[in-house]
């Protein structure tokens, strides 16, 4: 028997690894796009939030970047690049 659960973890790794692929190619609104869908399968993706907010701070669309990783912050509480993130935020509200 199929577990949905499995399948919906698939389908959400399935999009985050074509979004990244995107980004590298740098179609950037379908790496968007691709991130959204895993984010839609799984709201507490927590990488894919970052992802997403690299993607934006690339289109210089600093809003998004900086609530992106305020979010992934949010739902990594032990991350290792906590104090990294926390100055590129800070980075990045100096460009608005």
Known sequence: MINPLNLTQKFTNSHYNRAMIHEKL???????????????????????????GTTYQMLEDYERAIKDFEKYLELSHDAFDREAVLALIEELKQKL
């Open 26 to 52: 740098g179609h950037y609104d379908q790496a968007i796009t691709n991130y959204n869908k895993a984010i839609d399968l799984n709201p507490d993706f927590a990488l894919a939030y970052y992802s997403r």
